[in-house]
């Protein structure tokens, strides 16, 4: 097994600072070596002195390694089991001629929000009710492919049949409506940041498999602005891997354990 030396990794998080305005110093030591272990691979590299002089400042290959770094990897209802339980919430309380707020909290290339799109669509099949999708990430390469919502062919297999009829199903790939992509605003955001998500208010936020990376005192306040910027009764969606934090135990009333569903109270 290879050994590499980590030795310099606060100079290389600076760097990327520097180079990209990405700030990963608030991420955890273990699961950020393992991507700067991935980058050393790529670029073969045996330490990270010897990665910091290859990439000589260059601002390109800096971007080419955020990527690397955050992860992108997502799909269209990405454990169903979530998806469902939200339909089952917005079904058993569908508010007429109102619009639901939500976001996407680490977007990715936009899978998530679609998904959620689908199923807000779906409802107004039959019920008058609006909806507006906030979705964030911080990687701006992400949210290019988000904003085209155009995917291949093989990302067709999570989407539920009757989900087809909000898609342009081409040759090599498929795309999402601009009846759908017009309620979705896509915004480069840094959740870390106090008022990345702050002047607005949702029904439901959702933020799944982002924060699991970021040291506890950060998901602390992150899992704060979530709170504040939920209405009263909003509904927060981490999903089967991160988790709320007891120190929010008592603010949300739990509504489903294996998704981590919460209510905001
Ligand atoms: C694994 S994807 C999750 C996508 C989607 N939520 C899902 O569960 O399928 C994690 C996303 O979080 C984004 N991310 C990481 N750190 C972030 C930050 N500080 N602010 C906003 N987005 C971030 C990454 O760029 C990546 O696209």
Redesign the pocket.
């Known amino acids: 097994m290879m050994l590499f030396d980590y030795d310099g990794i606060d100079k290389l998080i600076e760097n990327i600072k520097f180079n990209t305005g990405y700030d990963f110093s608030e991420y955890k030591e273990k699961p950020f070596k393992r991507r700067v272990r991935v980058i050393l691979r790529k670029y073969k590299c045996t330490s990270v002195k010897e990665l910091i002089k290859n990439l000589n400042n260059n601002r390109e290959e800096y971007q080419k390694i955020i990527k690397i770094i955050?992860?992108?990897?997502?799909?269209f209802f990405?454990n169903k089991e979530v998806f469902d339980q939200f339909e089952s919430i917005l079904e058993s309380d569908i508010k007429e001629g109102y619009t639901y707020s939500v976001l996407?909290?680490?977007?990715?290339?936009g899978?998530?929000p679609y998904s959620i799109a689908f199923l807000f669509e779906n409802l107004k099949r039959n019920n008058y009710l609006k909806y507006k999708i906030d979705a964030?990430?911080?990687?701006r390469g992400?949210l290019d492919t988000a904003i085209k919502g155009k995917y291949p062919l093989e990302e067709l297999k999570t989407i539920p049949e009757k989900f087809r009829e909000y898609i342009t199903i081409g040759e090599s790939s498929f795309t999402v409506k601009e009846s759908v992509k017009s309620n979705i605003n896509f915004k480069i955001?840094?959740?870390?940041v106090n008022d990345?998500i702050s002047d607005s208010t949702y029904d439901f936020i959702?933020?799944?498999?982002?924060f699991i990376?970021?040291r506890r005192d950060l998901q602390l306040k992150i899992l704060n602005n979530f709170y504040n910027s939920l209405k009263l009764g909003g509904y927060l969606v981490l999903?089967k891997v991160e988790t709320l934090s007891n120190a929010f135990k008592d603010k949300f009333e739990m509504i489903d354990l294996r998704n981590r569903i919460y209510r905001k109270l």
């Open positions: 955050t992860i992108n990897v997502t799909e990405r996407s909290a680490g977007c990715a290339t899978e998530e964030i990430d911080i990687d992400a955001e840094n959740l870390y990345a959702f933020c799944r498999n982002v990376y970021f999903g």
